[in-house]
């Protein structure tokens, strides 16, 4: 997978620190009360990975999105996904131009910085695989030939539960291209009545400025992947993803594409912590976030248990049963 290239000249500390603040008090302008949030998709950009939020209507979820895209100064597009949806719309079509007598391709609304995918599990799963290869290998093939999408790529979706009406389950492939999934959750009630008093004459997303160029947001990228990872995380982090593969309550396990996102992700947490290097915790604490969306239960784990979702209960078993490493670099 293709990723950001590194921008000229080495961003410092300071500056990282000063930097994701800004970002995150921007979105923080839109995101009440809900840090988690705004943490997570601070993760996916810098790790180059791409975030899915899973929640009931009305709690923000593409507010979120929208709110990461207004802080940088970059291409954002937002696609409406619905049942008629086609690929085509997504990645773009080849179109007949009898002036010159050539097909001419015109780029779809994947053709952008930053994609935010709204409600993409209400179109079907045909049109669902057209972000497949775009959000692998950050390029769209289209009648035979090849198109690279911009750089830095990233794609925020959202998505209503399951049991809603009118929704497609993602496929695995897909899922399994997605760094973390996460919910917003219910704002507080301090929140929620500051939200209706803020809200009540103005957009807050019209307030926000971008607070940092595409330069800059390589820079970040470039110094999330500074951060060091000795080979004693790397077998840690490998060890929880083989113990998923053999669990008996499982019956997929996490993916190769899943322990290295699980390290990105970990090396960008460590950053924003203001550390130069990945600990255990790290590693453990986005398990349940990187893991989660990917694995799936055995039947019987999901009939033999109150709980619908039995996959965090399982992640938290394996992690607490891998001896934690003992720290060095």
Not at 186 to 203: C, G, H
Request: aromatic letters at 4%; glycine letters at 6%; a negative charge.
């Amino acid at each position: 997978m293709t990723g950001t290239a590194p921008a000229q000249g080495a961003m410092t500390p300071a500056e990282f620190r000063e930097t994701t603040a800004r970002i995150a008090d921007c979105m923080r302008q839109v995101i009440d009360g809900k840090d988690h949030a705004i943490h997570s998709a601070l993760v996916v950009l810098l790790a180059e990975g791409h975030l899915l939020v899973e929640d009931v209507p009305g709690v923000g979820k593409t507010m979120l999105a929208r709110a990461l895209a207004a802080s940088i100064d970059a291409d954002a597009r937002r696609i409406q996904f619905t049942p008629d949806l086609l690929p085509g719309d997504v990645t773009g079509v080849s179109v007949f131009d009898q002036a010159n007598h050539e097909f001419e391709f015109t780029p779809g609304a994947v053709f952008a910085n930053i994609v935010i995918a709204d409600e993409i599990n209400r179109s079907s799963p045909k049109t669902q695989s057209a972000l497949l290869e775009a959000m692998e290998e950050r390029q769209v093939s289209v009648d035979g030939h090849t198109h690279p999408l911009p750089d830095p790529f990233l794609v925020v979706a959202t998505q209503n539960p399951l049991e809603m009406d009118g929704t497609y389950a993602l496929p695995e492939a897909q899922l399994d291209r997605f760094m973390i999934r996460m919910s917003m959750g219910y704002p507080d009630a301090q929140a929620e009545a500051l939200m209706l008093r803020q809200r009540d004459s103005v957009n807050p997303l019209s307030l926000i400025r971008p607070v940092v160029s595409l330069d800059g947001v390589a820079r970040l990228i470039g110094f999330a992947r500074s951060v060091h990872v000795s080979p004693r995380i790397e077998q840690y982090t490998v060890a929880i993803a083989q113990a998923t593969r053999s669990h008996a309550d499982l019956r997929l396990g996490a993916s190769p594409r899943a322990t290295l996102q699980l390290v990105r992700a970990a090396k960008a947490w460590a950053a924003l912590q203001g550390r130069d290097h990945v600990l255990p915790d790290d590693v453990s604490g986005l398990a349940r976030s990187v893991f989660g969306h990917r694995l799936v239960p055995t039947r019987q784990a999901v009939g033999g248990r109150r709980s619908a979702d039995p996959v965090p209960r399982i992640i938290d078993q394996i992690v607490s049963q891998i001896p934690i490493p003992v720290a060095d670099r």
